[in-house]
């Protein structure tokens, strides 16, 4: 019995002290279109595994949700969800490689990814959610990386269309004007801990992956 408790109560703490996914969150839309007003769609944009490693399958991670006060209430909050009627088109879904954090406006590399779609047209929901929808990829280098995201979406009868560009770490548009720091952020990618693996962070381990290969600014 005593040894039931202890697993229990351990996993309880392991479980409150997790960690929450680290994503841009940014308004959209709204009765003023400055994504501030009543009827605003707020887009929570991010990594779907965090910390994000290089040469692990990742991808964009979509959150949509709608605002139907100004407040912006939490407990008004309504998911965007493809499966009860609503539309999220996603016509373009790029990922894009930047030269760093300081200067997330120095494109490196970009391409189109791939949009994984339903029978409607609508990005595909990822399954058992009610408004998360991914395009995945595989980020092999380490750096800084953005994403851009074209579309549209609707919400009984509300439809706002958008072309954003959400970018990790100090790279973000969500700046705080006080402070001059982010609101709210994802994490860029990073090396693991190679193991077993090349004895530096320069050499190739057996499959052929290399550490430490940022792709240099031009």
Known sequence: MKFTKYITATALLLVSASPSL???MRHIGGANGDGKGANAFMFHVGFSVEP???DVVNAIDINLSFHPDEAHSDALTE?????????VFIK???VLLLESEARPARVLQRTLLPVPRDEKG?????????NKYLVHFRPTVDGTYGFRLK????HKGRTVGFEETFICGAGTKDIDLTTGLPITKFGCVT???PF????????EDVRGYRDNDRVPAP
């Open 151 to 154: 579309g549209y979406a609707q």
């Open 79 to 87: 998911p965007v969800d493809t499966e009860k009627g609503d539309v």
């Open 196 to 203: 077993p693996g090349p004895s530096s962070l320069t050499q």
């Open 52 to 54: 994000a490693y290089e």
């Open 122 to 130: 609508n990005i595909q929901k990822k399954f058992g959610t009610e």
């Open 191 to 193: 090396d693991a801990v």
């Open 92 to 94: 373009e879904a790029e």
């Open 22 to 24: 680290a994503h841009e």
